[in-house]
């Protein structure tokens, strides 16, 4: 009797886990698919390269000293990204598609959606992805909440901020999957969501 006992309280527990594990897998995803990669209280999934500060907290994430990232423990192919995210003037930032390296991430091995408003050649500035595709109107972030999605499907990448215009829109061949990084070089830099569906 005990044993029975035992047996159907095991297999009601097992029940009522599998359906509480099943019910929170549901729960992370939104309507529209997507997934959210930050969850402004820690840094789960992510890990840290470099000497960035990075402060968590209150639903952001924000990186405030050169230089340094944050890269996700899982690799990305085909995707949209859903970020938004705020900038001093002085930030020197961005979010790095595809990444090759997981100990030295660059624009070299990687997509690099800029956030930099400063930057010299202004062709590459907030919004373009650095050697891919130019920026077009030239918007600025500094001081603001911004939104970015970002498309990366196969060879082709479109950005586009605020809802308004497609800001960069490439092809490249490069690199076909990888991690994801946040990158903070210079002055402040916050993100408050970063989401992902895959394609």
């Known amino acids: 009797m005990f044993k029975g006992n035992l047996r159907n309280t095991l297999a009601l ?14 729960s992370k995803v939104d309507k529209d698919g997507f997934i959210n990669l930050i969850d402004g209280q820690s840094l789960n999934g992510w890990s840290i390269i470099g000497n960035g500060s990075w402060v968590v907290g209150n639903g952001i ?12 423990d899982q690799s ?3 995707f949209i990204i859903r970020a938004e995210f705020w900038a001093n003037e002085d930030a020197n930032s961005g979010i790095f598609l595809r990444c090759q ?3 030295k991430v660059t624009s070299d ?3 690099e959606v800029n956030i930099f408003d400063k930057r010299p050649d202004q062709n590459y500035a907030t919004g ?6 130019k920026v077009s ?16 499907n196969g060879s082709h990448f479109k950005v586009v901020m605020n ?27 916050k993100f408050r969501k970063l989401q992902i569906k895959s394609l």
Do not use: C
């Open 13 to 26: 527990f097992a029940l009522t886990w599998l359906i509480n594990a099943g019910a929170l897998a549901q």
């Open 61 to 72: 994430v924000e990186g405030n000293k050169a230089m340094g990232y944050l890269i996700t």
């Open 76 to 78: 990305y192919k085909n």
């Open 101 to 103: 390296d997981r100990t």
């Open 109 to 111: 091995n990687a997509y």
């Open 128 to 133: 373009a992805i650095v050697d891919v595709a």
């Open 137 to 152: 109107p030239v918007p600025k972030a500094a001081g603001k909440w911004n939104t970015f999605e970002i498309t990366a």
């Open 163 to 189: 809802g308004e215009v497609t800001v960069a829109d490439g092809q490249d061949a490069k690199f076909s999957q990888g991690p994801i990084a946040l990158q903070s070089a210079g002055g402040v830099v």
